[in-house]
């Protein structure tokens, strides 16, 4: 995992989440939240373009913002995947309660305003889509996922 470079600035406010720098698919240099940066660039590694996202928000939400239906699909399915395997995995090991992996907990949602005026994209009114779950579910997922890279030797 690259290095912590810090907080960043959301919304002219500086944020207390640690936030390593990483490249997105497309090139640009982004800082991600700590906690999820395994989960973004796992979804960056599957083809999904992401515009934004927190590790928790203030209501204890992460959240990942998509400018179209299909990312958030092709995430949601993805995730949702995943989430399943680590839950037959924990109820083979007794890890883990099956709470922590409640998919009926996430939420798909769709606007025109991003949350950060920062986040809007030039041109007509354009619909963005996010992706939220407490944020216990994004870090769980964040661990699996550099778990499964690490068993897979990736």
């Known amino acids: 995992m690259p290095q912590v470079e810090g907080s960043h600035v959301a919304n002219g406010r500086t944020r207390a989440h640690e936030a390593v720098r990483l490249t997105s698919p497309g090139g640009t240099p982004a800082l991600i939240d700590t906690t999820i940066a395994p989960l973004i660039q796992h979804l960056w590694d599957l083809g999904v ?10 209501d204890g939400r992460a959240r990942i913002l998509f400018g179209c239906a299909g990312d958030l699909e092709q995430a949601h399915v993805a995730l949702h995947d995943l989430a399943t395997a680590e839950v037959r995995a924990s109820a083979l090991m007794h890890a ?7 998919v009926a907990a996430w939420a798909k949602l769709w606007f025109t305003t991003p949350p ?4 809007r994209l030039d041109g007509p009114t354009t619909l963005y889509y996010e992706l939220s779950m407490p944020a216990a579910h994004a870090a769980n997922l964040a661990r699996a ?5 690490r068993r897979c030797g990736t």
């Not at 515009?51 to 203030?58: T, V």
């Not at 883990?96 to 409640?102: G, H, L, N, V």
Request: charge should be negative; hydrophobic fraction near 25%.
């Open 49 to 58: 373009t992401t515009l934004a996202s927190c590790e928790a928000y203030s």
């Open 145 to 149: 996922v550099s778990s499964t890279s």
């Open 96 to 102: 883990r309660a099956e709470s922590d992996w409640a």
């Open 116 to 119: 950060e005026p920062s986040q």
